[in-house]
């Protein structure tokens, strides 16, 4: 559950630095592969604990087209449009599926009285 609620807390960070890269400094760049590699890492944990490993599993397919954007981006030159759908997508799909995977939890049946 808490890595889910850091998993959402760096997927505003990606959109934030999507929307507003002047805001992350000089080494953007290394920060959204770091932030990459932070999310996969933090899905494998959450992963162990949610009800359902769906949210974990899309955490990491973003986590890693994130990372190879961003490892090919200081590769070869991408296009900025690119960049920053990516990055925006990718920080959008992570905070609302780790939300969502903190958030729920699987309905409790009640036992019956007797």
Known sequence: MIANFFNTLI?????HTAIFPAASG?????????????MI???????????SPWQSTTTMVAGMALAALGIAHQVIQVSDVAMFWGILWAGLVSATVSLWAALYRLPQTAAPAE
């Open 11 to 15: 997927g505003l960070w990606l959109a």
């Open 26 to 38: 000089a080494y953007r760049d290394r920060f959204i592969v770091i932030a990459a590699l932070v």
């Open 41 to 51: 890492g933090l899905a494998l944990w959450a992963r162990r604990s949610d009800a």
